[in-house]
């Protein structure tokens, strides 16, 4: 028997480019970093859902974004990338015959869109409008667990973000750290693997 039976993805950061995307629409890297950052922080802090469309806008807003500039990105949506390893890695850990799910903070819509960028089918896609809150909240991976039908020590979580680390931990799953942007840790809370690239998941996974 494997060690895990499935992998869940946070989505946006951890399997798709969207970080590009935010900096195309901010006008540069810098700005923004700073709307993706007070974005993340109104997610934290909210508490119960709000709309995902809000918080971008909210923050859009907060960070002397363009008029337009939240309704440009959900408008482009469709053109997000998956990283340039995730094709391979996909189908690698479809032939282990592993569930690959995803647990995302954002709405349905933008949840389903995404994941199809993807290009791969999951066994499971949970959005923070479905459970009510946002991601580290423990419902949001509980939720995706209970739709695959796994305990959470049979999958491992690949954070995209600071705050899955510890999110995911808290719950029972091995977490696996894809730190694309070398960001600093939330907190003490230590990965499984910490890692620029998707590649080393796929023997860690299998």
């Known amino acids: 028997m494997p060690r895990y039976q499935a992998v869940m993805f946070d989505l946006l950061t951890a399997l798709l480019d969207s970080w590009t995307l935010w900096n195309s629409v901010a ?3 810098a700005p923004g970093l700073r709307w993706r950052r007070r974005y993340l922080e109104l997610t934290y802090g909210c508490g119960a859902y709000r709309p995902y469309e809000t918080l971008v806008a909210e923050a859009a807003a907060e960070t002397a974004m363009a008029p337009g500039a939240a309704a440009a990105l959900a408008a482009r949506g469709g053109e ?9 890695l996909r189908a690698g850990l479809r032939d282990r015959g592993l569930k690959l799910a995803v647990a995302t903070n954002c709405s349905v819509p933008l ?8 290009g791969v089918p999951f066994d499971a896609v949970i959005t923070s409008e479905e459970t009510g809150f946002y991601k580290p909240r ?4 509980q939720a995706a667990l209970a739709r695959l039908g796994l305990p959470a020590s049979q999958v491992l979580f690949v954070a995209g973000s600071a705050s899955d680390v510890p999110g995911a931990a808290g719950v029972g799953m091995d977490v696996v750290w894809h730190n694309r942007a070398g ?13 620029e690239r998707l590649e080393p998941l796929l023997a860690l996974a299998g």
Request: glycine share 8%.
């Open 111 to 118: 949840g389903n869109q995404a994941a199809a960028r993807v």
């Open 27 to 29: 006008g540069g890297d």
């Open 80 to 88: 997000w990338q998956p990283w340039p390893e995730a094709p391979a």
């Open 138 to 141: 423990a419902e949001v991976y």
């Open 183 to 195: 960001l600093p840790a939330r907190d003490s809370t230590q990965p499984l693997l910490m890692a």
